[in-house]
């Protein structure tokens, strides 16, 4: 019986050394040996797991088709789009590729009060399109205390491992055709640190 228990006792030893030993290569390869970002890219061609079709439907049109790609044009000024957010997330950047005479549009993402976190965003032109720009890592949220840092996986609302993001344009009036050709989200991962562990 003893002998029994002996060898029960090593086995359960070289179990716990090896769940620990994958636990810290798990660890090592997804932050030393993996890419510091992750893109995800909507264009409208086809459905995508990690970022929703464009809504409410009733303020955009059916998915057309043109010489530049598959698109939905605006007939409202706003419009939303969920994303997956992963668990390593710190750090969210949005980029929505359009066509149209407008330059002034406001990006947001659902804070956990129930409100958007809003900032304009940076207008990059290419010789076909306008693609608004924003990193909301880099962005800082009012408090009471003061402003603090905005920490995406704090500050956030998210749903079901989602999250929902707001595309403004500020001066959308209805003449204004608004074509959007595509979205794309990158993930910034964490360097690895304490903070990673902490609640």
Known sequence: MNQLWKKLLVICKLL???????????????????????????????RDEY?????????LSPILQDEFGAYQELKDKIVYFDIEMPFYSKGVIAEIKYKGNLDNVELGIERLEDKFFREKAEIIKTNDFKIAKIDFQKYEISKKAGKIPFDINRQIYVKNKKTRLMINFLDWQKLDKIKIYEIKIIHQKPKLSLELFLP
């Open 16 to 46: 716990i050394l090896g769940l620990v030993f994958a636990l810290f290569a798990w660890l090592f390869y997804l932050y030393f040996f993996t890419c510091q970002k992750v893109t995800r890219i909507y264009d409208f061609s086809r």
């Open 51 to 59: 970022i929703s079709k464009l809504k409410p439907w009733n303020r």
